[in-house]
């Protein structure tokens, strides 16, 4: 029971990198596409 327990605890922690990278990821998308938009209306 316990060892399934810090099974679940790990494939959590490597999930929540995960999302964390992809949202880190989103925003400099996101700050890069409004660059170039800012870019373009100058």
């Known amino acids: 029971?316990?060892?399934y327990f810090?099974?679940?605890l790990q494939v959590?922690?490597?999930g929540m990198s995960?999302?964390?990278n992809?949202?880190?990821s989103?925003?400099?998308l996101l700050?890069?596409?409004s660059s170039?938009?800012?870019l373009m209306t100058e």
């Open 18 to 20: 995960e999302l964390l």
């Open 26 to 28: 989103l925003k400099l």
């Open 36 to 38: 170039l938009v800012s």
């Open 1 to 3: 029971m316990c060892h």
């Open 12 to 14: 959590v922690k490597s």
């Open 6 to 8: 810090s099974r679940a």
């Open 22 to 24: 992809h949202v880190t």
């Open 31 to 33: 700050r890069l596409k």
